[in-house]
């Protein structure tokens, strides 16, 4: 099974919400992802998360807060987003950090009002 | 600054004809490549990867090749069907301080004719 869940699968909110994104797997990865991906480009990494660890933060603005509470879930917290933060926000996880393969989710479709 | 490249943006072909989509690299030390499937409104589909010391790798209908002198990376799919129509991907796994971190490139649009 190289399933990654991801909820909402779209999502609306205006720049004064907070709201949460969630991802989950189920591989025993320890290694977990958050991409953004605006349109007709490719993913572009943001958080990386090892063994429920920050490693990678590729300077992404604050009102974006990643959360791992375990090693099944990684969250991303949004607050005060801007229109221009609308895309779609992918997960993956991998085994482990080294050339190891990652497997995506579905992804959260997100437009900021 | 490096990147990870697609020759061509779209490629379009008749169902039936094998189709090849080509990715340059810059970047000398990854070891790593990985090719990923896209389709409209859904998330990255692993379909084959292939290692530095490798120089091909086959799965089903699908073949990689890479050419490490010129940093050259191929896909190619036989056979190719209307549900192979998607956005292609080729991304490098680059090392950084003891973390990998996947680069991908533009991008190549697939589009199979019946």
């Known amino acids: 099974d190289t399933e990654v869940t991801q909820t909402p699968k779209h999502l609306v909110m205006g720049m004064t919400n907070k709201k949460s994104l969630k991802c989950e797997q189920h591989m025993g990865h320890r290694a977990m992802y958050w991409y953004k991906q605006k349109a007709k480009k490719p993913p572009e990494l943001m958080f990386v998360y090892s063994y429920e660890k920050l490693s990678i933060n590729e300077s992404v603005p604050s009102r974006f807060s990643p959360e791992c509470p375990n090693s099944s879930l990684l969250n991303l917290h949004l607050h005060a987003l801007q229109p221009e933060d609308s895309a779609l926000y992918l997960c993956?996880?991998?085994?482990?950090?080294?050339?190891?393969?990652?497997?995506f989710g579905p992804g959260t479709r997100l437009l900021v009002l | 600054g490096e990147s990870v490249g697609l020759h061509l943006p779209t490629l379009s072909v008749q169902e039936g004809d094998n189709s090849i989509i080509n990715c340059a690299y810059s970047n000398s030390a990854s070891d790593y490549f990985i090719w990923y499937k896209q389709e409209s409104g859904k998330g990255p589909q692993f379909i084959i990867d292939i290692r530095s010391n490798m120089d091909k790798r086959q799965g089903q209908r699908v073949t990689v090749l890479l050419n490490k002198t010129v940093k050259h990376l191929s896909l190619q799919i036989a056979a190719t069907q209307p549900g192979d129509s998607a956005v292609y991907f080729c991304?490098?796994?680059?090392?950084?301080?003891?973390?990998?971190?996947?680069?991908f490139g533009t991008g190549t649009r697939l589009l199979v004719s019946p």
């Open positions: 993956a996880s991998s085994p482990g950090l080294l050339q190891e393969t990652q497997y």
């Open positions: 991304a490098e796994n680059r090392r950084n301080t003891g973390f990998q971190k996947l680069v």
